[in-house]
């Protein structure tokens, strides 16, 4: 796989989720392999439902769907106009023919499953070597001592074996085996990795610093309807859990902060609090409306799930790595990334209400809201750029399953 051309399969929820953030999430791994001069392929099969914004609920049918993914695919780059797969909830396929995704799978150096949502074929796993990307640390490892103790239900023990299948394992939990890491360490070998950037797609799409709104934002969602995972008795949150212990920031903050919310967030009550609302879905329309909401915005400013705090996990949003690519500044919630990445200049990290206010406030001065600016295009240079992160993922998986095989690949 460390060859000049390799054929790799991404997968991903692009159409099954189709909004700007999703889309840049997984359709970054695609044009970037395919800018390194690899064969790619994107494939879509999650069995889910999808979501379909105009009716505003879940859908079986996925024609509308895969026609809105055909045509962000294809303005992103219309040499992807053909390299994707999409099959719906009734079994309905779109893009490439399902007989040539088998053989494309048949013959794939790579198949990359990021976030465990594909179904697993076993025309998928006729891959050379199989890899997981785990975007969700701490949730994905839940089961795992629960299975190695045999206490674990039957769904969760079926989704431990299936992860058991892949070959190497890559987490966006980058403390993980860290003194302070509560992930689980059992069963797998985590490679720790990062959102890749396409900065190409990200430099034209930046606006001047003196043209930008002057307000902070971010793009998120509450607490999920099925709450967070319980591992080793320890029962975990999302987003909404860490929010609540900021919920007084507007009233000091030196600067207005806009929620582009959606999920069941308390939206009055947020108001009433001086937190600036606005629509996340709307914002989230599409992958370019999107990247111009976030390019349009002084600061970003955002809490993490309290999982990934609490888990100290080491997790660094895909989403806020978009806004260091426009040149935006963020200040995040630190889930143990400030050992990992640099911080102090482009991220500033916090931990409590005080530091949240302090850092919000070093913004605001002209000359130094210059160099953030300038800090974080050079940390989305350095640390996130696909032409660095892509090649290093493909080198460890390499690695990964050649040690696993007893050095056979």
Known sequence: MTKDSARVIVTGLAATFPFGGVFWDYLQYVLGFHQLGHDVLYIEDTGQWCYDPVAGTFVEEGDRNAL????????????LANRWFFRDARGATF????KEVVEFCRTADLFVHISGTCWMRDEYFAAQTVALIDSDPMFTQASVPGY?????????????ETLRRHDVFFTFGEAVGSRDSRIPTELFDW??????????KFVKARIPMEQRR????????????????????????GKGTEFRRFME????SPLPIELAMSGRAPVSELRAMGWQMTDGYQVSRDPWRYQGYLANSFAEWSPAKNAY?????GWFSCRSACYLAL???VVLQDTGFSSVLPTGQGILPFSTLREALDAIGRLTDPTEYVKHCAAARAIAEEWFDSRTVLPQLLEAAANGARARSGGQI
Do not use: C, F, M
Not at 68 to 79: E, G, K, M, S, V
Not at 95 to 98: D, E, F, T, V
């Open 214 to 237: 002057r307000v902070l934002t971010t793009v998120a969602s509450w607490e999920s309807a099925e709450g967070g995972p319980t591992v080793g008795g320890v029962s975990y949150g």
């Open 68 to 79: 809105n993914l055909a045509r962000q695919i294809d303005r992103l780059d219309a040499d």
């Open 327 to 329: 040149g935006v500044p």
């Open 249 to 252: 920031l507007p009233k000091t």
């Open 148 to 160: 190695v103790s045999g206490e674990v239900d039957e769904v969760s023990r079926q989704r431990i």
């Open 95 to 98: 893009g490439k023919p399902w």
């Open 309 to 313: 705090v609490a888990g100290h996990t």
């Open 191 to 200: 490679i720790p990795t990062r959102q890749p950037i396409v900065l190409d």
